[in-house]
């Protein structure tokens, strides 16, 4: 157990995080991620109005997203840099976020600070998240909830499991088909060990959470994105709708309408070590020269990729997929090659039409 | 009874002659957990007893291994290249690290043996 922006968590189970991470990508596994901030936006009229209210702090178009769907987005500062990702949900009648846990009080002054006085903020101070990801995770959670396993990607459904009143969306942190449970914390320990009772599913902790994440190229706040980065510098340019484009009117739009037009002069990237040596987040990136082009800002072993796998910021001119660099490992440079990312294919359930 | 004498730093070490062999404890390895690649000093290699004179990696972490004792690196196991797990598998025996050739066999003395080893670690968990 390690102490986590207040919160005690385990790092790996008596499986350790190899056989956590082999777990998920085969069969299933279930995460604590209680840590997690949740919070909700109602505005006068509901969600349209929340929606509105919240694209005056996100570049992403939450206005656009149709009853039980959700989106990825990050708040932005005045300079286009990162202040947190999250992910935003209509719920229907109002608007559902999960923040990160170490950004949750700045994020909630912050919406605090950015929303008019007319949309009520509700922390869910009361309610555990539960996730439980995986290839087997739809078969699993079916047998509980059964339209689950006909949710598409990146949606959300109410269920009733066991007496208990959940929120449920089909979206994770691991590349892997699977769902984020929303659970009263009152049920959230018999529920967790309802899902663990099943035999398809194991636990795994914040060492294989990880390693999937990297592994799936999801980006880590803190680490591959921070309020020096923007979206498209991280290459997140993908989650800005194509009318925030166009309309702006979040912060720093100045700065990234101008970036998604003329460039930027860094890039997230994937990053393939030759070899078998690990290069970790802080490691400096070369030219075959020599010369410094950036750094590793997330990078350890890939248990499926087979080999070390890694991401962060090189020089534009040298993002392309490839593109053959050096890694100073502990002083000494091994060469790595530019990668595409994921290191390891998505398996999202893109729906049953 | 073992004929292992350990450091502080969680390394073994089995002298032979006057040559050691050196790995990590079967305590250190579970605090690692699964290690995925080891970084081994070049054979000729002096080294001296508390530098650092491999790297263990984790799919956490790398830490650095200390060499127990000073002397000239005279063998690697060269199998923890392709099968690093043998480091968690059988850490006093397969998953050993190098050879040492002793330069100074009074730095043995300082050493734990099995029993004073086993307290020590039940101490740092």
Redesign the interface.
């Known amino acids: 157990m390690v102490p986590f922006a207040g919160y005690e968590m385990p790092?790996?189970y008596p499986a350790?995080?190899?056989?956590e991470?082999r777990h998920t990508r085969t069969q299933a596994s279930l995460f604590d991620v209680s840590h997690m901030g949740q919070v909700t936006l109602r505005g006068p009229d509901g969600f349209a109005s929340a929606a509105t209210a919240l694209e005056r702090l996100v570049p992403g178009d939450i206005a656009g997203l149709a009853p039980g769907r959700m989106r990825y987005t990050m708040f932005t500062n005045e300079n286009g840099g990162i202040l947190d990702d999250l992910m935003a949900t209509n719920v229907g009648d109002y608007l559902f976020l999960v923040v990160n846990a170490a950004c949750k009080d700045a994020d909630i002054a912050h919406l605090k600070a950015g929303l008019s006085g007319d949309i009520e903020i509700g922390v869910l101070e009361d309610r555990a998240l539960i996730a439980l990801q995986g290839p087997a995770a739809a078969e699993v959670l079916s047998r509980y909830a059964r339209d689950a396993a006909r949710m598409p990607f990146m949606s959300a459904l109410p269920f009733e499991i066991d007496g208990s009143r959940l929120a449920v969306t089909r979206s994770g942190y691991t590349g892997e088909d699977g769902f984020e449970i929303s659970v009263p914390a009152a049920d959230a320990v018999r529920i967790a060990e309802l899902l663990l009772g099943e035999a398809e599913v194991e636990p795994a902790g914040l060492?294989a959470r990880d390693?999937l994440r990297l592994e799936a190229g999801l980006c880590l706040y803190g680490h591959d994105i921070d309020a020096t980065t923007t979206p498209v510098e991280a290459a997140l340019t993908w989650s800005i709708g194509k009318r925030r484009r166009e309309e702006g009117g979040f912060p720093g739009d100045a700065v990234v309408r101008d970036q998604i037009e003329n460039g930027v002069s860094r890039k997230r990237v994937g990053i393939l070590p030759d070899g078998?040596?690990?290069a970790?987040e802080g490691t400096e990136i070369t030219d075959a020269a020599g010369v410094a082009i950036g750094s590793v800002t997330s990078g350890?072993?890939g248990?499926i990729a087979d080999r070390?796998v890694a991401m962060g910021y090189v020089a534009t001119e040298y993002s392309a997929k490839e593109t053959a660099v050096q890694l100073v490992v502990?002083g000494t440079p091994r060469p790595g090659k530019i990668s595409t990312m994921p290191f390891v294919p998505h398996r999202y359930f893109r729906g049953p039409e | 009874m073992s004929d292992l004498k350990y450091s502080q730093e969680h390394e073994w070490i089995r002298v032979d002659g006057d040559v050691a062999t050196v790995g990590i404890s079967d305590f250190a390895q579970s605090q690692l957990g699964d290690v995925v690649f080891v970084e081994l000093p070049a054979v000729g290699t002096q080294v001296s007893k508390d530098a650092e004179a491999a790297v263990v990696e984790s799919v956490k972490a790398a830490s650095d291994v200390y060499a127990p004792v000073s002397g000239e690196v005279v063998e690697v196991n060269e199998a923890l290249e392709g099968t690093p797990e043998l480091v968690n598998q059988s850490p006093t025996g397969d998953g050993w690290f190098m050879k040492i050739r002793l330069s100074d066999p009074s730095e043995l003395d300082g050493m734990m043996d099995e029993a004073a080893y086993a307290e020590f670690s039940a101490n740092q968990g």
């Open positions: 790092v790996q350790g995080i190899l056989t991470h060492g390693s078998r040596a690990p970790r350890g072993f248990p070390p502990r």
